[in-house]
């Protein structure tokens, strides 16, 4: 059964995690979005607070905390910033959760650590200029050499790719067996022959790091393979169950933020000798606002639940990503509403939001490819080919 009853743990863990972002992210997220900031200090601060692998088993340097647990602090990071937000899920879901479900004793000891830490920042390079939804169809190659690897290839929207010191790198070793010659390699960003250079004028996320990697014949040992050569897909696969899930987590927080300061506002905003929350169109706003919150932290819930209890959790969760990146989505555009002229300009952080929100529905999986997944689980019918 869900208990939604928060233990006394978690209480504490979500109450620490919101003074943090009050405290730390808040007040520097307008200055960071405007000056496209990759706020490094802050990053430090997320390491020492221990969240940059709180799932990772305490053996390896982590917390050992479950996915609900998980997503409370996600929540509240998503709350303050997206792009902050952004860091944690990365470095959490996408990179350390793939080594500690994949790697080899020597990998877990090489890189989680540092990662938990935050002495060193991972990337996941899966996306390339010809690939997204399709995600089996990589360009990038990966050749035998003697003792290890060449991968050569080029990957595009890749959060934190220029701060990076270890890049999750996926590629193609036998085109002929299509997603089962995939493999993963854990590619130290110092490489000869990797670079990387920085994407700007996005929408939103400017306060995130956006990278094009570029690999030309890199060489790496055996011991950079992540899994076995074939499991390459199942990699980002099983990575991307927890990236989106981090993601929803992150977009409850936006949905939360709109409501807080759509509540706020209209409280102290006056028309008409009243303030604007005694009318009914705009209750009806913040209660379409938080339907929307409630019901997408619930379906973040649940497929936190299924994941603590080692269950399968693939639909939910994209259940879950498509419900609340929407969700933020719609409620951002509402925000938006309630302030006004006000909403237009970053005075206060509902724009922010809105531009913030739009990419949910893109990254880790389009809205569209969750529906497709949502579908075939439900018709048995891939939809998809
Ligand atoms: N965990 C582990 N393994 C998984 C898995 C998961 N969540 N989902 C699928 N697999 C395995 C399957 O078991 C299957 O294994 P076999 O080869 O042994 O049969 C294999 O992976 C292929 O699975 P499936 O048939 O579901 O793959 P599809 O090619 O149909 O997948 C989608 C298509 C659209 C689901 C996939 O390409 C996808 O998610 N695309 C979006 C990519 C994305 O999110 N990009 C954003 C990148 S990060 S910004």
């Known amino acids: 059964m869900i208990d939604f009853e928060l233990t006394d743990e978690q209480r504490l863990i979500h109450e620490t995690a919101r003074d943090f972002t009050d405290r730390e992210i808040v ?3 307008r200055d960071n979005d405007r000056n496209e900031r990759f706020d490094t ?24 905390l479950d996915y609900r647990t998980y997503a409370l602090i996600v929540e509240e990071i998503g709350r303050g910033d997206s792009s902050a937000r952004t860091v944690v899920s990365v470095q959490t879901s996408l990179v350390c959760s793939s080594i500690q479900r ?6 877990k000891h090489a890189w989680l650590p540092r990662l938990c830490s935050g002495e060193v920042l991972g990337c996941f390079g899966l996306t390339e200029p010809d690939t997204g939804s399709d995600a089996a169809n990589l360009r990038t190659r990966a050749e035998k050499t003697g003792d290890g690897w060449r991968i050569s290839g080029q990957k595009q929207w890749i959060s934190m790719g220029n701060y ?17 010659g995939l493999a993963a390699f854990l590619v130290p960003t110092e490489s000869e022959g990797f670079s990387s250079s920085s994407i700007h004028g996005k929408l939103g996320l400017r306060a995130s790091d956006t990278a094009e990697l570029q690999l030309d014949g890199v060489e790496v040992a055996d011991d950079a393979l992540l899994g076995d050569v074939g499991d390459g897909f199942k990699v980002a696969m099983s990575a991307l169950d927890s990236g989106r899930y981090s993601v929803a987590a992150g977009c409850v927080g936006i949905c939360q933020g709109c409501v807080d300061a759509s509540v ?22 913040i209660a379409d606002m938080t339907v929307d919150t409630e019901a997408a932290r619930v379906l973040v819930w649940r497929a936190g639940w299924l994941k603590d209890s080692g269950r399968p959790s693939t639909t939910e969760t994209s259940v879950a990503k498509l419900f609340a990146t929407e969700a933020a989505v719609r409620n951002a555009n509402l925000a938006i509403q309630v302030h006004g002229g006000s909403g237009y300009v970053d005075d206060y952080p509902v724009e922010r939001y809105m531009r ?5 529905t893109l990254y880790e999986g389009t809205s569209q490819i969750q529906k497709l997944i949502i579908g075939r689980a439900m018709t048995g019918v891939n939809a998809m080919v």
């Open 41 to 64: 200090d802050l990053v430090k601060k997320l390491g020492d607070m221990g969240y940059l692998g709180p799932i990772v088993s305490e053996e390896y340097g982590g917390r050992g």
């Open 264 to 285: 706020a506002y209209s409280k102290e905003r006056k028309q008409f000798g009243r303030p604007i929350a005694s009318f009914q169109l705009v209750q009806e706003m």
């Open 102 to 107: 994949w790697g080899t004793e020597d990998q």
């Open 356 to 360: 913030d929100a739009r990419v949910t």
């Open 164 to 180: 990076a010191k270890v890049a999750l790198i996926f590629a193609q070793t036998d085109p002929e067996k299509k997603h089962r």
């Open 27 to 29: 007040p520097v997220a």
